[in-house]
């Protein structure tokens, strides 16, 4: 497991509370790998490379990003206007369940493949307090 940092603005669409509004928060995600074979060294994956793959993902696409449903008009709208603006759009409001979820399922994926590492395994801390999990049924061949 390695845990990254990183800051984002978000707004939950339909919410009853002060999440309605367009907020930030400084997120923590814990990727956790697993793999079929070790290195000669006896490693899964290197832990610099899974930062950097992390990372590297994370700067591009979150890290200091409006994360949005792609629904949410009003709020796009909004980040919109602003110049300069970053906004990455997902398939579904950003809790943090959803967006635990998106990087599990779709992002570790592509930026695992080859690596002979998967992440079974997301923890996406919200607050110090908070936080959303996300795993895949592990399963033996």
């Not at 979150?62 to 792609?70: A, E, G, M, N, P």
């Not at 979820?101 to 992002?107: A, C, G, R």
């Amino acid at each position: 497991m390695r845990r990254f940092t990183f800051c984002a603005g978000h707004r939950l669409v339909g919410h009853e509370g002060k999440c309605r509004n367009l907020h930030g928060h400084n997120y923590s995600l814990e990727v956790y790998l697993t793999g079929h074979q070790q290195d000669e060294i006896g490693r899964i994956l290197d832990f610099k490379q899974l930062k950097q793959s992390v990372n590297g993902w994370i700067d591009e696409n979150w890290d200091h990003t409006f994360i949005l449903w792609k629904q949410d008009k009003n709020g796009l709208a909004a980040i919109r206007s602003s110049d300069p603006h970053r906004i990455y759009e997902l398939d579904s409001n950003p809790t943090a369940e959803n967006m635990a979820i998106h990087f599990l399922q779709d992002i570790c994926p592509r930026i695992l493949e080859g690596t002979g590492a998967s992440a079974y395994k997301v923890r996406l801390w919200e607050s110090e307090e908070t936080c959303a999990e996300a795993s895949l049924e592990m399963t033996d061949d």
